[in-house]
């Protein structure tokens, strides 16, 4: 099955850089997703990675190795609004549904 | 982008009610839409994967005959929540992409459920 490992908890500041990293266990690779969720709400996608490398939109950008089955998202000029939850998520075998990590709360202080 | 809609966004039911939980696509047509749950402060659990015109195809764990899923139509998935607890109260959310090959996934608002 698929599993995927991430830190639970990153703190860091306004204007600040932060990297969230992913690492991942499948039977089959279809890519890496990245997805925020604020308390009470519904997560919204954020990148998506399917050949190694980087992938940047904005201040957001996401780094896949697939042979390394690691992957991250970094974060940067950190704004209060970004604390939140961020997931990254794989598809399953199948191919169909995403499955995700345990999440990993961002806290950004001023 | 494509927007999916979930209703309702929270309830309230009594220990043995049940509860429906509606999921719509809104301006796209799924022909598999996709159940998690949700306990606070962990992750999105897959509970199932709902099929338009045939049965839903169950997570292992997950008890078929207490959360009942039908997805009648290309735009509706309900999942019911038979003979609900206490221990069943959580954020149930579903999702749904355009197409089997997109890459992004669109979730409904989530159902936060209470069950008394």
Same mark, same amino acid.
């Given at each position: 099955g698929?599993?995927?490992e991430q830190p639970?908890?990153?703190?860091a500041?306004?204007?600040?850089?932060?990297?969230i990293?992913?690492?991942?266990q499948?039977?089959?690779?279809?890519g890496?997703?990245?997805?925020?969720q604020?308390?009470?709400?519904?997560?919204t996608?954020?990148s998506?990675?399917?050949?190694?490398? *980087?992938?940047?939109t904005g201040?957001? $950008?996401? #780094?896949?190795s697939r042979?390394?089955?690691? @992957?991250y998202l /970094?974060l940067?000029? *950190?704004q209060?609004?970004?604390?939140? $939850?961020y #997931?990254?998520?794989?598809?399953?075998?199948? @191919?169909?549904? /995403?499955?995700?990590g345990?999440?990993?709360?961002?806290?950004? $202080?001023? | 982008?494509?927007?999916?809609?979930?209703?309702p966004?929270w309830?309230i039911?009594?220990?043995?009610?049940?509860v429906?939980?509606?999921?719509?696509?809104?301006d796209?047509q799924?022909?598999?839409?996709?159940?998690?749950?949700?306990?606070?402060?962990?992750?999105?659990?897959?509970?199932a994967?709902?099929n338009?015109g045939s049965k839903?195809?169950?997570e292992?764990?997950?008890?078929?005959d207490?959360?009942l899923?039908?997805?009648a139509?290309?735009?509706?998935?309900?999942?019911t929540?038979?003979?609900a607890?206490?221990?069943d109260?959580?954020?149930?959310?579903c999702?749904a992409?355009?197409?089997?090959g997109?890459?992004?996934?669109f979730?409904g608002?989530?159902?936060?459920?209470t069950v008394v």
């Amino acid at each position: 099955g698929q599993s995927l490992e991430q830190p639970s908890e990153v703190t860091a500041v306004e204007g600040a850089i932060v990297q969230i990293n992913c690492t991942y266990q499948t039977s089959g690779f279809y890519g890496l997703s990245w997805y925020q969720q604020h308390d009470g709400g519904a997560p919204t996608f954020l990148s998506y990675n399917a050949l190694d490398g *980087l992938e940047e939109t904005g201040r957001f $950008s996401s #780094f896949l190795s697939r042979s390394d089955s690691y @992957g991250y998202l /970094l974060l940067q000029e *950190l704004q209060m609004k970004d604390s939140a $939850s961020y #997931f990254c998520a794989v598809l399953n075998q199948a @191919g169909t549904a /995403l499955i995700f990590g345990k999440g990993t709360t961002l806290s950004v $202080s001023s | 982008g494509a927007v999916v809609s979930q209703h309702p966004s929270w309830v309230i039911c009594k220990s043995g009610t049940s509860v429906k939980i509606e999921c719509r696509s809104l301006d796209f047509q799924a022909t598999t839409m996709f159940w998690y749950r949700q306990f606070p402060k962990q992750s999105l659990m897959l509970m199932a994967t709902s099929n338009e015109g045939s049965k839903a195809t169950y997570e292992q764990g997950v008890e078929k005959d207490k959360f009942l899923i039908n997805h009648a139509s290309l735009t509706l998935s309900t999942l019911t929540v038979t003979s609900a607890h206490p221990e069943d109260s959580s954020f149930y959310i579903c999702s749904a992409r355009r197409d089997r090959g997109d890459t992004e996934a669109f979730f409904g608002q989530g159902t936060r459920l209470t069950v008394v």
